[in-house]
């Protein structure tokens, strides 16, 4: 987002315009403190997302099935690692990580609390984040 921090490993900066400094990374972590009042249909919680409508998003959300997906879309349709957090509520801690050069069933991981998540999702998954992302999308 426009004017929000962006840490990098070293230090910080501020992003020059929506989506342009998440163009083309091969790796990152979302992370977010979540809190669900009720759980199940009709319910998500959307920390995070970025995306140009058109195909190319980055996502981390906490859906209506009860599961937390890790959402990183280069073009070619849903490629994502989905974990299942079952129903519960309250306050919880979670990140979603992003390494494209891990093997391909291995590049998104999700996390709830500091717990790594067993994870399911589609195999070719990109190895770098889209060079077309713009539009920002946050609840």
Same mark, same amino acid.
């Given at each position: 987002?426009?004017?929000?921090?962006?840490?990098?490993?070293?230090?910080?900066?501020?992003? =020059?315009?929506?989506?342009?400094?998440?163009?083309?990374?091969?790796?990152?972590? @979302?992370?977010?403190?979540?809190?669900?009042?009720?759980? +199940?249909?009709?319910? *998500?919680?959307?920390?995070?997302? @970025? =995306? #140009?409508?058109?195909?190319?998003?980055?996502?981390? $959300?906490?859906?209506?099935?009860?599961? @937390?997906?890790?959402?990183?879309?280069?073009?070619?349709?849903?490629? *994502?690692?989905?974990?299942?957090?079952?129903?519960? &509520?309250?306050?919880?801690?979670?990140?979603?990580?992003?390494?494209?050069?891990?093997?391909?069933?291995?590049?998104?991981?999700?996390?709830?609390? +500091?717990?790594?998540?067993?994870? %399911?999702? %589609?195999?070719? #998954?990109? &190895?770098?984040?889209?060079?077309?992302?713009?539009?920002? $999308?946050?609840?």
């Amino acid at each position: 987002m426009a004017g929000s921090r962006i840490l990098d490993g070293t230090g910080y900066f501020t992003e =020059s315009g929506p989506g342009t400094d998440y163009q083309g990374l091969g790796g990152f972590t @979302i992370c977010s403190w979540v809190y669900r009042a009720a759980a +199940g249909t009709g319910n *998500y919680s959307y920390p995070w997302a @970025i =995306s #140009n409508g058109t195909g190319q998003l980055i996502g981390l $959300y906490w859906w209506q099935d009860n599961s @937390i997906y890790m959402d990183v879309r280069n073009g070619t349709g849903a490629k *994502y690692r989905a974990a299942s957090a079952g129903s519960i &509520t309250n306050w919880h801690h979670i990140a979603g990580v992003f390494d494209g050069s891990s093997a391909d069933a291995d590049r998104m991981k999700v996390y709830i609390d +500091g717990v790594l998540q067993a994870t %399911t999702g %589609t195999t070719s #998954n990109p &190895t770098v984040t889209s060079s077309s992302l713009s539009g920002v $999308y946050g609840m």
